[in-house]
Every structure is written in C-alpha cells, then in structure tokens.
T-cell receptor, first 113, second 111 residues
Framework: DAGVIQSPRHEVTEMGQEVTLRCKPI?????LFWYRQTMMRGLELLIYFNNNVPIDDSGMPEDRFSAKMPNASFSNLKIQPSEPRDSAVYFC???????????FGPGTRLTVT | EDQVTQSPEALRLQEGESSSLNCSYT??????LFWYRQDPGKGPEFLFT???AGEEKEKERLKATLTKKESFLHITAPKPEDSATYLC????????????FGQGTILTVHP
C-alpha cells in the first residue's frame, strides 16, 4: 500500500485566499483524522471521521475551517479565508477500527503571508 | 479528559549511552498506548502499541514498557540515526478512535 497520500506538500498563499488540502487514506481504513502541528501548540486534532461521517469537529478553530469526506478514498480540509496564524503543517492520518493505530501522511506545509 | 505528559522535553545522548523516555498518562479505561517517531519534515511514524500493564514490545534498539500510570521507551546503545522526536499517545475508553498525544521528547544522539 502507498500509505496515506496528501497534496499539496507545500502551499504558500496570501491572506484572504481559500486553501484546500487533500488526503487519500489507506484503503480499508475506517477512521480519518486531520491534525495541525506547530512548534507552540504541538499536534492538535482538528476533526475526525468514521466511515465518512464526521464524529468530532471540536478541534476546528473557527468557522473558516471546514472538512468533508465525500467517500472512503478522499477527504479535504478547506480554510476560507486564510490568515497568517493558520500557517502550520497539516497532517492527515487513518486507522482501522480494530487496532486504532494511526498512520500519518507526509503533511502539507501551509504558509499564509 | 485524557491527559499525556512526556519527559524530558529534550534529551541529548552520546552514541552508545542508553537512556529512557517517560510518558505519564491519565485516562478513563486505557484501551491502548501508542509510541510514534517523528523525523523533521515528516509525519509521525508508528512504532508500538501497548494494551495492558506489564506488556513490553521491542524493535531494534527500542523497548517500550507499560504500567498503570506510565510508559517508558528505553533506548539501548543509541546511534545518531535514532535522533528524532518521540511521541506518546493514549486511547481512552470513551474516545472512539481519537488519540490524545503528548508534546513529545526531542532526542539527539551525538556521534
């Protein structure tokens, strides 16, 4: 298996622009997670899905953030409008419901200027 | 609310100098404790899952152990390539599939 795939790997955008991050989980995994990592706050869970249904979005910082999982093979995280404080590395991870071991993608490094 | 505290925040070792990293946790009904390794610019890489007190798992120079309150990651005769951030996470009884992560320990092994 190719593992969790994320795109783009790097994104540089200007404040106010819409940003879309994409994730393809490992085939057959039941859970999909979106995290944000910064030096100051460490690894923060934003939202997670079980069988494509959002379970907990309490980590989404503001209404500017939204995430969808239209099918078992794809999820996206949108930020609209983006702000400089959104600059971080965003990770997607997936896991089986039986073992809960999360496997992470390589991340998207977002820079908002 | 599940909580995880890792210590020390950073650890510097000489090559061959064995040591341990600590992960203390409070959780309602532990269903699993997970160790990850993260290299700069990469996503966390899964290492081990421990399910119950007394359990141990080994991988190369790493051995993870678990008690009812904490877990240790023992590093025996480390090499420079073991340098990374090591993350600990727990899965509690009411968390569905959600892991609670600690802040990590930055390990640097000097040749």
């Amino acid at each position: 298996d190719a593992g969790v795939i994320q795109s783009p790997r790097h994104e540089v955008t200007e404040m106010g622009q819409e940003v879309t991050l994409r994730c393809k989980p490992i085939s057959g995994h039941d859970y999909l997670f979106w995290y944000r990592q910064t030096m100051m706050r460490g690894l923060e869970l934003l939202i997670y899905f079980n069988n494509n249904v959002p379970i907990d979005d309490s980590g989404m910082p503001e209404d500017r953030f939204s995430a969808k999982m239209p099918n078992a093979s794809f999820s996206n995280l949108k930020i609209q409008p983006s702000e400089p404080r959104d600059s971080a590395v965003y990770f997607c991870a997936s896991s089986f419901i039986t073992t809960y071991e999360q496997y992470f993608g390589p991340g998207t490094r977002l820079t908002v200027t | 609310e599940d909580q995880v505290t890792q210590s020390p925040e950073a650890l510097r070792l000489q090559e061959g100098e064995s040591s341990s990293l600590n992960c203390s946790y409070t959780v309602s009904g532990l269903r699993g404790l997970f160790w990850y390794r993260q290299d700069p610019g990469k996503g966390p890489e899964f290492l081990f899952t421990l399910y119950s007190a007394g359990e141990e798992k080994e991988k190369e120079r790493l051995k993870a152990t678990l008690t009812k309150k904490e877990s240790f990651l023992h590093i025996t005769a480390p090499k420079p390539e073991d340098s990374a951030t090591y993350l600990c996470a727990v899965l509690g009884g009411t968390s569905y599939g959600k892991l609670t992560f600690g802040q990590g320990t930055i390990l640097t092994v000097h040749p």
